[in-house]
């Protein structure tokens, strides 16, 4: 970004106590977002409705009005200090509704990938039930994110005629570098594309088998696994179930034709009621293009179980924390742009080493100063 740019920016926040943006931050992030509306008639800085959509999403505001309200009652008197208004919900949602959502996605991750290099990426889609777009269509989102921290590296939207798997390499155009990276999805991106666009990055790959690859599929099933000895057996009580994960791992023939597939993987999965007698048994199919030598079987059950963090990690905190599913935003781009929102808070939280969110987010609600700081505002 340029440095002037950068300065335009800050500059937004001049008050007769100099406003300090951290470099790092999510703000200076998001700097070169564009501001979508017209010049005449605005009464708002953008950087400073801005800065009220992130730090009202981050202590819990689920719809325009809650943020508004933030702003108003909550923090007048701190984003006054910074020369910040208190806008109206209509001024955030003829914001929101005209964002550039692809540059947004591409600040926000951008931001996200700056905080870490992964060693497992998760990738996943998720239709937000609610909302939906100008034809009526519900918008759906496909995400990347990073197993460990749970940080939404990348999302890209998935098209009212189109499905998740063109939008696969799309997805993981964002990232610079994929040296290295294992990247793992469920059997929808099980596509010999997909194998064949992680391999020219330098990634390996873990993919779910299922029906949709019924040749592939049969093979997997065939494979001659009572010879075959556990890799890896684990058992946990979570939820009032007891869970026995185990994991077999093959050395894969030459006639599996699935590009740069080297092991197969069967786990299966029993559990069952504490205290009940009988168990239920599931049994799932695996491909990876990662080596014995690069990869023990206890390590590839651990992705395998991390891929499922996009699920709790990211769509349940959505749902639940910011029920996003009930919510029926249908204006332009504003679905998508408090989706995004929604990635940010829960990317900046879990960075600075939060794990229980909700209660996260009820702390910091009347503490105004301590958002600001989170964010990246301070004063010289």
Not at 31 to 47: E, M
Not at 334 to 361: D, E, S, V
Request: hydrophobic share 40%.
């Amino acid at each position: 970004m340029q440095s002037s740019h950068l300065q335009a920016f800050v500059d937004q926040f001049s008050t007769s106590e100099p406003v300090v943006l951290d470099p790092g931050c999510v703000l200076v992030a998001l700097a070169g977002l564009p501001d979508p509306r017209a010049r005449r008639g605005v009464r708002h800085q953008f950087a400073h409705l801005l800065l009220i959509m992130v730090c009202s999403v981050l202590v819990g505001a689920k719809t325009l009005v809650e943020m508004a309200e933030w702003a108003a009652d909550t923090a007048r008197t701190e984003l006054a200090a910074c020369g910040i208004g208190t806008p109206h919900a209509t001024t955030l949602a003829r914001v929101l509704e005209r964002l550039d959502s692809d540059a947004f996605d591409l600040l926000a991750g951008d931001w996200a990938q700056g905080l870490g290099r992964p060693v497992a990426i998760a990738v996943d889609g998720k239709e937000m039930r609610g909302a939906k777009n100008g034809k009526g269509s519900r918008v759906h989102l496909l995400s990347a994110i990073d197993q460990d921290t749970h940080a939404v590296l990348g999302q890209v939207a998935v098209g009212e005629k189109s499905n998740e798997i063109p939008q696969f390499p799309v997805l993981m155009d964002h990232f610079t570098s994929l040296s290295g990276v294992v990247v793992t999805a469920d059997a929808m991106h099980t596509q010999a594309g997909h194998a064949r666009y992680l391999a020219e990055r330098g990634a390996h790959y873990i993919f779910t088998v299922k029906a949709n690859q019924p040749t592939l599929l049969e093979q997997l099933s065939t494979v001659p696994w009572g010879r075959v000895p556990d890799g890896d057996k684990s058992s946990a009580k979570a939820n009032g179930r007891q869970i026995i994960r185990t994991i077999k791992c093959a050395t894969l023939s030459p006639g599996i034709r699935f590009p740069h597939a080297l092991q197969a993987m069967r786990i299966t999965r029993k559990s069952r009621p504490v205290g009940a007698g009988k168990w239920h048994l599931e049994t799932v199919y695996a491909v990876t293009s990662l080596p014995t030598y690069q990869a023990s079987p206890g390590q590839l059950a651990g992705w395998v179980r991390g891929h499922w963090g996009i699920e709790n990690g990211l769509h349940w905190r959505r749902d639940v924390l910011f029920q996003e599913d009930k919510l029926q935003a249908r204006n332009g781009q504003t679905p998508r742009t408090l989706a995004i929102l929604r990635n940010i808070a829960i990317t900046l939280l879990k960075n600075q080493g939060h794990k229980n969110l909700a209660r996260t987010t009820r702390h910091l609600r009347n503490h105004p100063g301590k958002i600001l700081k989170m964010v990246g505002i301070g004063s010289r």
